[in-house]
Nanobody, 115 residues
């Protein structure tokens, strides 16, 4: 079955950095669109960044210039490098894979940014 396992969340001070990773199994990773969403308390889940099978990236305006998404097809891993973190980046971050028009979600990892 498809599994997406996230890691790298935690607590960091404002201005700091975190690196999230998501390892996928059960899909042809190199053919998949990979991405990260987040959901803050009381808010809707929102797209943070995504990367296509050919490496084209898309970012939410609020993270442009601070976050970088990348993928390693040899390791079936997508990574989100988050720099200059702000308190408002606090949320549960979810890895998502879109493979043959089907979406798969990870269990989520908490990112907390303190002031």
């Amino acid at each position: 079955q498809v599994q997406l396992v996230e890691s790298g969340g935690g607590l960091v001070q404002s201005g700091g950095s975190l690196r999230l990773s998501c390892e996928a199994s059960g899909i042809i990773f190199s053919f998949s669109i990979m991405g990260w969403y987040r959901q803050a308390p009381g808010k809707q889940r929102e797209l943070v960044a995504r990367i296509t099978s050919t490496g084209t990236t898309k970012y939410a305006d609020v993270v442009k210039g601070r976050f970088t998404i990348s993928r390693d097809n040899a390791k079936n891993t997508v990574t989100l490098q988050m720099n200059s973190l702000k308190v408002e980046d606090t949320a549960v971050y979810y890895c998502i894979a879109n493979f043959i028009a089907t979406e798969y979600w990870g269990q989520g990892t908490q990112v907390t940014v303190s002031s």
